[in-house]
């Protein structure tokens, strides 16, 4: 668990050997590799918190590799070698590596990086953990969407967030706002659950007498975002004709009032989210509005790709509990492995309503969390599960979401396929986030 990475490129076995060794005992994560066509393809793709890189290897050098890899993705590379060519030696000082040391390695010397490693990524961890409050999750994949989060923030970007229902969008995009130093508000708008004929007023305002009932002028979320962030949820659910419009005010600028005539410049970031991960080509968003969000997008992993963050989550949510109820509950351990075999087909949300059911259910100190029908593919779990004793809200939430876990999570197939409406599926969901 939040091990740092080391990769160690050296052609000697014994040497790199010894060092896996050492670097596992301190609770690294390493990895070696014997030459530049065996570590380049693997550097090039995967992130590393300190690399050590020797000179000459079989196939060329450790020149070589540095150049091939992107350094975006190595915090620290150090070249370790026992060359005493002049050359190679200041060639290697020129790159970005932060150090050349001499063969042999001292004891000390290693012991002062690895040292300086962990201390540096645990400083991030904490930075990552405070900065992108309340979003937990320490898994490596949600590391990289908190680091994405940092590096987004404070720029002007558009931003797309993509993930299935519950993996925490809109909690992302509360976190980018914060970060983003912007002074003016964050407004939310679910453009599923806003009336198709309602949502241009809504977003861009209305002119008095613009249509019946526009009895005042009225400024829209645009205005009301001014000089902060609006998160556009659920953009796949906009009506076409309002993408093309969308699509111009965010290329201008500039929005027009519904029943108005003068262009207002607003100063507006705009998130947007939907739980279609490919945007572009489902027919809902189109394409070029796509590629004008998506300027940095960012995709939230499904819980079930999260490994120990179900059980962070899980703790923290009995935290959360005992600090409303003062009584003093932990896990009972013996449910984890049910926990990480489940497959959250509502992902963060359908956990925390597992894990408050528990605890209100257990009659001891201990909570058992029992995850709602797994999903089966087609098998004899693929039915709602009832027994005596369920309340009708519990029925009611089961069969919502194995039909949204049928459906990937599109809402609007799951209110097709159960007859209700899309905004009846929002309300749902969104009173399920309010009780919790
Ligand atoms: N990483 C997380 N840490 C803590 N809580 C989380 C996390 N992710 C989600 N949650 C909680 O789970 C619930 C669902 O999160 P959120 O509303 O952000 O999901 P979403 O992706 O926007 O879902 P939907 O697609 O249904 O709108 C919220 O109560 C949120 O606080
Ligand atoms: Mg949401």
Redesign the pocket.
């Known amino acids: 668990m939040n091990s740092p990475t080391l990769a160690i490129v050296d052609d000697d076995q014994d040497f790199s050997a010894f060092l896996m060794h050492f670097a596992e005992r301190r609770g690294f994560a390493a990895r070696r590799f014997h030459s530049v066509a065996d570590a380049t393809p693997w550097l090039a793709s995967n992130d590393t918190d300190l690399t050590m890189l020797d000179m000459a290897l079989p196939d060329g050098s450790g020149l070589d590799v540095i150049d091939r890899i992107p350094s975006s993705r190595h915090a620290q590379i150090v070249f370790v070698s026992g060359t005493d060519n002049a050359d190679d030696i200041r060639r290697a000082v020129a790159t970005h590596a932060s150090e050349f040391i001499g063969k042999p390695l001292r004891r000390d010397t290693l012991e002062r990086l690895f040292d300086q490693t962990q201390q540096r990524v645990q400083h991030r961890l904490q930075l990552l953990r405070r900065q992108c409050d ?4 320490e898994s490596a994949c ?1 590391l990289r969407v908190k680091e994405d989060i940092m590096r987004v923030a404070p720029t002007r970007l558009g931003v797309l ?1 993509s ?12 976190a980018i706002h914060a970060q983003s130093g912007r002074s003016g508000r964050l407004i939310s708008v ?1 453009c599923g659950a806003v009336a198709p004929e309602l949502l241009a007023s809504q977003l861009f305002g209305h002119e008095r007498g613009a249509f019946t009932g526009a009895v005042q002028r009225h400024a829209g979320f645009f205005e009301q975002a001014s000089g902060g962030t609006l998160f556009l ?2 953009i796949g659910e906009m009506p076409q004709a309002l993408q093309v419009y969308l699509l111009r005010v965010l290329e201008t600028g500039h929005i027009v009032r519904v029943g108005g005539s003068e262009e207002i410049p607003v100063n507006v970031r705009v998130i947007a ?1 939907t ?1 279609q991960l490919d945007g572009a080509g489902t027919g809902y968003l189109r394409e070029d509005l796509y590629y004008r969000l998506a300027r940095y997008p960012i995709q ?1 992993p499904p ?1 079930r790709a999260r490994g120990a ?1 179900i059980e962070r ?1 899980t703790h ?2 009995i935290a959360e509990l005992n600090h409303e109820t003062g009584i003093d509950k932990s896990l009972d351990r013996a449910c984890l492995d049910r926990l990480l075999r489940h497959p959250w087909p ?4 359908e ?2 309503a597992a894990v408050e059911r528990a605890y209100i259910r257990s009659g001891s100190r201990l909570v058992d969390v029992v995850p709602l029908a797994a999903v089966g593919h087609g098998g004899d779990d693929d039915g709602v599960r009832f027994h005596v004793g369920m309340t009708f809200e519990e029925i009611e939430d089961e069969m919502l979401q194995l039909t949204l876990a049928h459906h990937r ?1 599109d ?1 609007t197939a799951t209110a097709r396929s159960l007859g209700v409406s899309v905004r009846t599926v ?1 309300n749902h ?1 969104a009173r ?2 309010d009780d ?1």
């Open positions: 309340p979003l937990i999750g949600m967030i993930g299935e229902t519950g993996t925490g969008k809109e909690l992302v995009a509360r679910n949820d659920e989210a739980h939230l819980l963050d989550l923290a949510f509502g992902n963060v949300r956990l925390h999570g809402k929002h969901l399920r986030r919790g």
